[in-house]
């Protein structure tokens, strides 16, 4: 069935340092991919997006990576702040024409300061 | 703009009850969604409206779970009767239409089945 997975479920990282949140999907027809950043007490909130037609796409201090060859998607932070500590989801829509978001379960990203 | 309004943020009821949130999505947004997340969990999508049609309800327990959005604006999700396993956040976001394929969440509203 579709469903879309994280490999760490928590993830620590000091202040300044980058970090990377890694997604493995399933669904090979999925054309497009969006991390949301979820805070404490808040809906989800977009952070970027990525079409299967692309490999890489970048943001401010966010780069998102996709390998359609082994289905997985990461989402680098660059300086990661306190300000990112958060839960971060990927989510894939599977194509097909439904435009349904599938969510994966989420990491939760703490900043040491 | 203003974003996406949901009511109430906390409720807490005892099974067998009834309950029903409210979402008023940004203004001009013809898609609605409803979302039930669990604690620990990522939201997953209940129902989604374009306009006043429904177009997923595929996963919408419907033998206590409805909703509707009758001038497609906004939109009323009802839990009757509520059980201990619908305790989770119920998120409604809207978009431009189906294809935009980013949300807009609101804060969603938390239910305590006790």
């Known amino acids: 069935g579709e469903s879309v997975g994280l490999h760490l479920p928590t993830l620590s990282v000091q202040e300044g340092d980058n970090s990377i949140i890694n997604c493995a999907y399933s669904?090979?027809?999925?054309?497009?991919f969006i991390w949301y950043k979820q805070e404490s007490g808040k809906g989800p909130q977009f952070i970027i997006d990525?079409?299967?037609?692309?490999d890489k796409r970048q943001g401010q201090r966010v780069t998102v990576l996709l390998n359609k060859t082994v289905k997985h998607l990461s989402l680098q932070i660059a300086a990661t702040q306190p300000g990112d500590s958060a839960v971060y989801f990927c989510a894939e829509n599977p194509g097909g024409g439904g435009f349904k978001t599938i969510f994966g379960a989420g990491t939760r990203l703490f900043v040491k300061a | 703009e203003a974003g996406v309004a949901q009511s109430p943020r906390y409720k807490i009821i005892e099974k067998r009850q009834s309950v029903a949130f409210w979402c008023n999505p940004i203004?001009?947004?013809?898609?609605l969604y409803w979302y039930q997340q669990i604690l620990g969990q990522g939201p997953k999508l209940l129902i989604q409206f374009q306009n006043n049609g429904v177009v997923d309800d595929s996963q919408l327990p419907k033998d206590r779970f409805s909703a509707e959005r009758l001038k497609g604006v906004d939109s009323t999700l009802k839990i009757q009767p509520a059980k201990l396993e619908d305790s989770a956040v119920y998120l409604c976001?809207?978009?431009?239409?189906?294809?935009?394929?980013?949300?807009?969440f609101g804060a969603g509203s938390r239910l305590t089945v006790l």
């Open positions: 990525i079409r299967s037609n692309m």
């Open positions: 669904n090979s027809a999925s054309d497009y």
């Open positions: 976001a809207s978009s431009l239409n189906p294809g935009a394929n980013v949300l807009t």
């Open positions: 203004s001009g947004h013809a898609t």
